[in-house]
């Protein structure tokens, strides 16, 4: 969805690094936030990958077109001093942001915070997100699905067991397979979109991928709504690897997509094949 030059909306795909705001402390949010507004109505969603772990969590607030402050309301983080983020406890933190738009780019600058009682003990996260000017230059269409937002409110921050959020999970299943490599590609970004769609008869095949052999997103139907998402590369890491694992074979096997890659204003198109003896795999290399 395009930006608007006129700064009266904040609909889009947004990208930034939370940054804790405590000196020396180097924990950090890697994040994309999907928004949408509707008047002054703003929902959608935020994704961050914190130690190893991926979390969805819903958002709304409010935008004031005339002072381009970006209000949202309280959402749980993993607390920056968890070691564990199977067992980690949550922070409800507010969003308090600022629209900034020049010639080059358009920009959140803000923080994520706790209430006035809990400064000290759950200190501030830091971000300044990037809207993305990527547009689509292939065939599918984009499920455009509305994200429900939860209508309950709360006034105070406070600490709570993690129980709605799940990290994601390495299943040992996915080493019984061979992998086939396709290709192996140079990337610049860390952040890369993934848009999956099916290449021929739409047959009810479905797949899940998997970075680094750890899932990512489960039970994928391919149709010629193109499936999208973001991924975040380990950075530690110098290949990076992204697969397609067949859940089942659909009416006509074996199960071929097509991926296509965002890197930058870079693009790549490539056709996979997977079944149940091998998973199709791409190496991405960091330049």
């Known amino acids: 969805m395009a930006f608007q030059s006129n700064a009266q909306t904040v609909t889009g795909h947004w990208y930034g690094i939370g940054k804790v705001a405590v000196p020396g402390e180097h924990s950090s949010y890697l994040s994309e936030l999907i ?4 008047g002054n109505t703003v929902t959608g969603e935020l994704q961050y990958y914190f130690r190893d772990s991926l979390f969805k969590v819903k958002v709304s607030g409010n935008f004031n077109t005339r002072t381009r402050q970006l209000i949202f309301k309280p959402i749980p983080f993993i607390y920056y001093l968890s070691t564990n983020t199977k067992t ?3 922070c409800m933190l507010t969003g308090n942001f600022t629209l900034l738009v020049n010639r080059t780019e358009s920009v959140l600058t ?3 915070e706790s209430d006035a009682a809990h400064r000290y003990t759950s200190p501030a996260i830091q971000y300044r997100f990037k809207h993305s000017t990527d547009t689509i230059a292939s065939k599918p269409a984009v499920d455009t699905t509305e994200i429900d937002i939860p209508t309950d409110t709360i006034s105070t921050m406070k600490m709570i067991e993690r129980k709605e959020i799940s990290p994601t999970m390495i ?7 061979e992998k086939s490599i396709f290709k192996e590609i140079e ?3 860390n952040f890369l979109r993934i848009d999956l769609y099916d290449n021929g008869t739409i ?6 991928l998997y970075l680094n052999h750890q899932l990512l997103f489960k039970d994928i139907p ?4 193109a499936f999208r998402r973001t991924i975040v590369l380990d950075s530690t890491i110098d290949v990076n690897e992204i697969s397609m694992y067949a ?4 009416t006509i096997p074996p199960n071929t997509a097509i991926m296509i890659i965002y890197d930058g204003q870079k693009r790549h198109e490539l056709i996979l094949t997977s079944d149940l003896d091998r998973t199709a795999t791409i190496r991405l290399r960091r330049k």
């Open 203 to 208: 047959d009810h095949d479905t797949v899940s």
């Open 171 to 177: 299943e040992p299943r996915f080493l019984k397979r």
């Open 247 to 250: 859940e089942n074979l659909g």
């Open 222 to 225: 391919l149709t010629q709504i």
């Open 88 to 90: 980690g406890i949550d």
């Open 187 to 189: 990337v610049t970004e």
């Open 110 to 112: 803000g923080a994520f």
């Open 35 to 38: 928004i949408k507004q509707k």
